[in-house]
């Protein structure tokens, strides 16, 4: 009797083993082999190959773990991507100003050209062209690594608007556009810094009217709107696709490159625009309907401390 109950425990417990050691098995080959495609995959991505996806499966702790892999290796892949995209629009501006002011010396050395003023005057142009692109490519960089310098003054807000609105009216005068500023006098005053505000109100109100026809209307404005002040730059001109409404402020991203060449705009206008109201503290944003024109916002904190 004693026997035959050893034996059955003895088989019980076999039983029980081998049963155990195929759960563990199949647990840790279900945990183990998406382990495995992960640390593959990130090895290979180290190696530079930035195409590494592993798929999605085992316990919902490593699904995690393999989604959270994929959306940096596709984030990796896209930041290389405009990064080559960058280096290859960046030579093709350079290029084109550079070989006019090639074009243009080879004709004065071969006596084809007269070196006079207006041959002169052009490659002045082609020179300020390469200075002011290369400045904002300056500025850029400074923003992108966070070591913009601030000069920061209490400034009304109401007369740097001002100020560049009256810059700007003869450009509006001689497009037949309409130009008003609407900003309350009691608006109060912010800690910015005077030059770089100026500058973003001067791009956006330089877009405004490049894009806005004869006839048309950009109608500046500006009013709290609790510990912020929006100053507003809207313009009754062309109007911009929701598709390249999303890409706007992108490193030289243009609606209509032929056209913005032709211009002068390197597609760096707004995204220096949205560092410079980023790094005091607001935010700049963009509504337009085609046909209809465009309304570009940006805020700017009462109190700095706040940023
Ligand atoms: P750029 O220096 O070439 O003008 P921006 O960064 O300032 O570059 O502008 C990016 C693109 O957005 C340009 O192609 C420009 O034509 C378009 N854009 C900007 N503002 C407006 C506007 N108010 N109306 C229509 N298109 C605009």
Redesign the pocket.
């Known amino acids: 009797m004693a026997a035959a109950v050893n034996k059955s425990l003895l088989w019980t417990g076999l039983i029980a083993s081998i049963g155990g050691i195929l759960v563990l098995s199949l647990v840790s080959r279900r945990i183990l082999a998406p382990v495995h495609s992960l640390s593959g995959a990130a090895q290979r991505l180290g190696q530079g190959d930035l195409a590494q996806r592993v798929p999605s499966s085992g316990p919902a702790e490593l699904r995690k773990l393999s989604d959270t892999f994929n959306t940096m290796a596709e984030n990796l892949e896209t930041a290389e991507q405009q990064r080559r995209s960058l280096t290859a629009d960046l030579a093709h501006e350079l290029r084109t100003p550079l070989s006019n002011i090639q074009g243009y010396l080879d004709a004065v050395h071969d006596g084809l050209l007269e070196p006079d003023e207006a041959t002169i005057n052009t490659l002045r142009q082609q020179a300020a062209h390469l200075v002011a692109l290369v400045e904002d490519l300056r500025l850029l960089a400074l923003a992108e690594a966070g070591s913009l310098a601030l000069n920061l003054q209490r400034e009304s807000l109401r007369d740097l608007l001002q100020e560049s609105v009256e810059a700007f009216r003869p450009r509006a005068d001689a497009g037949g556009i309409s130009l008003t500023l609407s900003a309350p006098g009691e608006l109060p005053s912010l800690e910015v810094d005077r030059t770089r505000i100026s500058q973003v109100v001067g791009?956006?109100l330089?877009?405004?009217i490049?894009?806005?026809p004869e006839g048309g209307e950009v109608r500046v404005s500006a009013a709290r709107e609790g510990e912020y002040i929006a100053v507003s730059?809207a313009?009754t001109?062309?109007?911009?696709a929701p598709e390249?409404l999303e890409r706007?402020?992108d490193r030289m991203?243009?609606?209509?490159?032929s056209?913005?060449r032709a211009?002068?705009?390197?597609?760096?206008?707004?995204?220096?625009?949205r560092h410079l109201v980023q790094v005091h503290g607001g935010a700049i944003t963009?509504s337009?309907i085609v046909g209809q024109?465009?309304a570009?916002t940006f805020t700017l904190p009462l109190n700095r401390g706040d940023c």
């Not at 211009?263 to 995204?271: C, D, H, P």
């Open positions: 791009n956006l330089e877009n405004a490049v894009n806005t730059i313009d001109g062309a109007g911009i390249d706007i402020f991203y243009r609606v209509d490159p056209r913005a211009t002068g705009g390197a597609g760096l206008g707004l995204t220096i625009a963009v337009s024109g465009s570009f």
